[in-house]
């Protein structure tokens, strides 16, 4: 295995197995506030932020809505059901393998609080050198901003480092940043919205 001067993950999805959760939150927002997201467009809006996304659906479904209200309102929702998060076990024994050892950090579309709550549910918020959420830069996945400006963080050169993703957008920013990235796809099956609590 190539050796990296640092490790990047994202955090919904990656290191947690939170997007069912995500996306039941999203549901009530939808039913509450009057529009619509199904399943398979959330899933492919993987590291947009959620007031990007609130935007998004609120100009598409010709609506007028507040957006922080509903961005209040669908994280509200997801911290609810905090307490059913799983962990991605085999990400986190990647990550448990090398802190201490190389720097490592957590780069994400949510906000930093999220990501926080998130890894603190999982007991592993210490493990991270940095954490880059969806305040930290003005452009966002598939742009390259959220991972550089961790290698910035970590002092790290952008090349040196090595991403861990599991969306199409979150594989682009990595490739843009010019870092090699892990699709965890490839060795974990997400769960949907069946599967949640």
Known sequence: MKKY?????????????TMPIHFCAWTRAAEHFGFKLKEERFYSLGGVPVAKIVEMLSDEAELSLDVAQVVDFKESAYLES???IDPVEPVLEIARQHRG??????ASGSTREMV???????????WFDCIVGAEDTERHKPEPDVFLEA??????????CCVYEDTDTG????RRAGMDCVDIRTFHTPKRTTDAT
């Open 5 to 17: 001067e640092a490790l990047i993950f994202d955090c919904d999805g990656t290191l947690a197995d």
């Open 82 to 84: 905090l307490p059913n």
């Open 101 to 106: 050892k190389i720097p490592i950090g957590v």
């Open 116 to 126: 926080q709550r998130t890894l603190q549910q999982l007991e592993i918020i210490d």
């Open 151 to 160: 290698a910035r963080r970590l002092a790290v050169d952008p090349k040196g």
């Open 171 to 174: 594989i682009e920013a990595a």
